[in-house]
């Protein structure tokens, strides 16, 4: 029988993983072997071999230390690791980092009978607790590994800047939010005190990868300094980027200059409207009204009649918490120039801490010099689809300070050419400035050419060049607007007029058969790098044969296989062209098609003719006489 003997295998594996391989034992007697291994015998009875596939597992070493880390979600922590090299020569370590936010170098050198440090850094996103470790390898000492116990804690809140407004204004910050992850990332946002911070933004909002958002927040005080109702937490929280928070802090400031109130009048009249002044604070208070500077004309004060009057008296009005206090005025302009005063709001409370708060609102009058009732208004026309360019010319007295029946103050005219002076009139260059302004800017553009003194009238002539580019039949009447730098307004109405082109082509439809439909399909653009809405019909006194669809829709923008609009045809009768007309228009533009509508056409009926057979003729009979019948009858009837 065979026998049996141990065989010692060591293995010094340097790092972890699983290692294979084969032992192979060979014998030149003829012996049989009763091991675990397979068998293999030639033709010669004199050799014999065994062999083993062996598989080892090793595991990984114990750690060399076990390292806490704390550190705040979407902060950072380093933490320096010792490594040495005992052997005489250059050593290089292949280094993995696992764990959330673990990250650091892929590899570390460190020379002959050294020692160097390995820089971790852990940026955790999540609050939690987990695992991490760090291994190193190298082919010549092998593997070891540091165990992390990683506590990832709820970040503090970043206090921002403080942010200062005026009782009665606010204050705006941008609070940016970055995804620096390649996928966009949904981050959802809370603030705790919505009535004094105001989020500009949905409360989710989607944050594009590796970019960044600004966040807009304004701020409202409602007391002077900074109180607990100034300050807010302001939180996000992202299934991909984690949590985080901020601390807002405000400060009420007192007032100074409030916004300016506007208000226009022509010239000759009485306006009136409204200063609504809203109480900021968070309580009820009491104030007082008036008016400064009510006859203030170009930094001058006039001295004789008010242009503007506070329809209030100067008893205390009491205003409720958050509320709003009307205050009515009037402006009465003397001439063309500009005038300005102040509306003055001041709280009266004895030991209050807003007692003296003071509000100023400057008022700002702009005369408007209004052209006269027998005004006739230029035209400017063409057709649709044409082009038209023609003068401007205006003529204005800056010097006006009232309506006048005998000099035509606000005189317009639309012309080919300019046009010349009148005998006598000469022109020099103004020195008054202007600003003018079309209230119609899609279908007209409005160039200036020219600024001059008209004397001896002592009149401004203003010349432009007007260009006309209707899309569409309009007729509409047109403001041009002339601002004088010292304050006063004219107003030039004009009319502009375009008769509907001619039709952009003539569709023929054919029809297929009676009470069929036969389409006919066209596609159509936009005339710009956007969609608009349009509208499809047929004119009126079109056959009632003919319809189109879709009725209304978008049309595709430039660049783009364009919308498609079908008109069908379908007769009910031969013999007929039916016509229609096709309107296809947008805000801006139209386009009109003549549709001729064919009916099939009728072709005569091919048959056979055939003789037909004899019939047999009625037999002979007796003819009768009615004449004679006839008189039988009527000499019976008489007496």
């Known amino acids: 029988g065979g026998i049996s003997v141990p065989y010692e295998i060591t293995a010094y594996p340097i790092k972890q993983g699983i290692y294979k391989g084969v032992f192979s034992f060979e014998s030149v007697r003829s012996a049989s072997n009763t091991g675990c291994g397979r068998e293999s015998s030639s033709s010669n009875a004199e050799s014999h071999s065994v062999w083993y596939s062996v598989e080892i597992i090793v595991d990984p070493p114990p750690p060399e230390k076990t390292v806490d880390l704390f550190c705040e979600a979407k902060k950072a922590l380093a933490l320096e690791l010792s490594i040495s090299n005992p052997t005489d020569s250059e050593v290089v370590f292949d280094v993995t980092c696992e764990g959330e936010g673990v990250t650091g170098p892929p590899t570390v050198t460190v020379g002959p009978k050294t020692e160097a440090c390995y820089e971790l850094h852990y940026k955790p996103t999540f609050i939690g607790k987990s695992a991490g470790k760090v291994v190193f390898v190298s082919e010549e000492l092998g593997e070891f590994w540091y165990e992390l116990k990683l506590n990832s804690e709820k970040p503090r809140p970043v206090a921002l800047p403080q942010l200062s407004a005026e009782l009665g204004k606010t204050a705006t910050t941008l609070i940016p939010l970055r995804n620096d992850l390649p996928d966009s990332s949904l981050v959802h946002v809370t603030l705790t005190n919505s009535p004094h911070f105001v989020l500009h933004s949905p409360r989710k909002v989607s944050v594009p990868g590796n970019d960044k958002i600004d966040l807009e927040v304004t701020f409202i005080p409602s007391a002077l300094g900074t109180s607990d109702n100034h300050t807010c937490l302001m939180e996000f929280s992202s299934p991909q980027l984690g949590e985080w928070s901020y601390t807002l802090q405000g400060q009420g400031i007192r007032p100074s200059v409030m916004d300016a109130v506007n208000i226009t009048c022509p010239l000759g009249q009485v306006a009136q409207t409204l200063l609504l002044f809203k109480n900021p604070l968070n309580h009820p208070i009491t104030v007082s009204c008036k008016l400064l500077e009510r006859n203030k004309i170009e930094n001058k004060v006039v001295p004789t009649e008010e242009l503007f009057e ?66 006739q208004l230029p035209v400017i026309s063409c057709k649709a689809k044409e082009r038209k360019e023609a003068f401007m010319e205006i003529i204005l007295d800056t010097n006006a300070t009232q309506p006048s029946k005998t000099v035509k103050y606000s005189e317009a005219g639309i012309m080919e050419r300019p046009s010349e002076l009148k005998e006598g009139w000469k022109r020099k260059d103004s020195e008054h400035e202007f600003s003018f302004s079309l209230d119609e800017t899609s279908l007209l553009t409005l160039q200036h050419c020219s600024t001059s003194n008209i004397s001896p009238p002592g009149l401004t002539l203003i010349t432009f060049t007007l260009v006309f580019a209707p899309g569409k039949p309009i007729k509409k009447t047109v403001n041009l607007t002339v601002d004088s730098k010292d304050g006063g307004r004219w107003i030039y109405p004009f009319t502009a007029h375009s008769t509907p082109a001619e039709p952009d082509d003539t569709i023929v439809i054919r029809a297929s058969g009676l009470h069929k439909d036969s389409v006919v399909g066209m596609r159509l653009n936009s005339l710009d790098s956007s969609s608009i809405p349009y509208e499809a019909y047929l004119e009126k006194g079109s056959d009632p044969d003919f319809r189109v669809y879709p009725p209304t829709g978008q049309l595709l923008p430039l660049g783009t296989e364009g919308t498609l609009i079908c008109v069908a045809y379908k007769p009910t009768l031969y013999g007929k062209t039916h016509n229609a007309k096709l309107i296809v228009q947008t805000p801006t533009n139209q386009w009109s098609y003549v549709i001729q509508g064919q009916s099939p056409a009728f072709s005569v009926p091919v048959g056979v003719t055939t003789t037909p057979g004899r019939l047999p003729r009625p037999s002979p009979g007796i003819k009768k006489n009615f004449i004679r019948q006839n008189m039988r009858v009527l000499a019976q009837k008489s007496p």
């Open 310 to 375: 506070l329809l209030v008296g100067e008893e205390l009005i009491p205003v409720p918490e958050k509320g709003i206090l009307e205050l009515p005025f009037t402006f009465r302009p003397l001439n063309m120039a500009h005038a300005a005063s102040y509306i003055l709001v001041e709280v009266i409370e004895d030991g209050s801490p807003v007692d003296g708060v003071k509000w100023q609102y400057p008022i700002k009058g702009t005369p408007v010099f209004n052209v006269s009732k027998g005004y």
